[in-house]
Nanobody, 119 residues
Framework: QVQLVESGGGSVQAGGSLRLSCEAS????????MGWFRQAPGKEREFVSAISWGGGRTYFADSVKGRTTISRDNGKNSVYLQMNNLKPEDTAVYYCAAKTGHNSAYVFWGQGTQVTVSS
């Protein structure tokens, strides 16, 4: 099992920045990729970004590309999501997730952290 704990959410004005953190514990050696998802009220959960644990390859949703960076610190078993030029439509609960294989589903999830962007 892998446990994930997010932190760093909050309230900002449009154009501001936030850095989300996710720390993994447990069987972290099984992690292949870690990702971030978000879910806004009344909407389905959507993919935001991901990073491979070994090679550091990154992936981004078109909606955040150019405004967001993802990084990892394997020594701290942590992944970070730096979001800049935030927009009101970025308001959502952000979840950290992990999967254990390239073609596997994300099976480990954090509890989520709220991001609210006001106009």
């Amino acid at each position: 099992q892998v446990q994930l704990v997010e932190s760093g959410g909050g309230s900002v004005q449009a154009g501001g920045s936030l850095r989300l953190s996710c720390e993994a514990s447990g069987r972290t050696f099984t992690i292949y990729t870690m990702g971030w998802f978000r879910q806004a009220p009344g909407k389905e959960r959507e993919f935001v970004s991901a990073i491979s644990w070994g090679g550091g390859r990154t992936y981004f949703a078109d909606s955040v590309k150019g405004r967001t960076t993802i990084s990892r610190d394997n020594g701290k078993n942590s992944v970070y999501l730096q979001m800049n030029n935030l927009k009101p439509e970025d308001t959502a609960v952000y979840y950290c997730a992990a999967k254990t294989g390239h073609n596997s589903a994300y099976v480990f999830w954090g509890q989520g952290t709220q991001v609210t962007v006001s106009s």
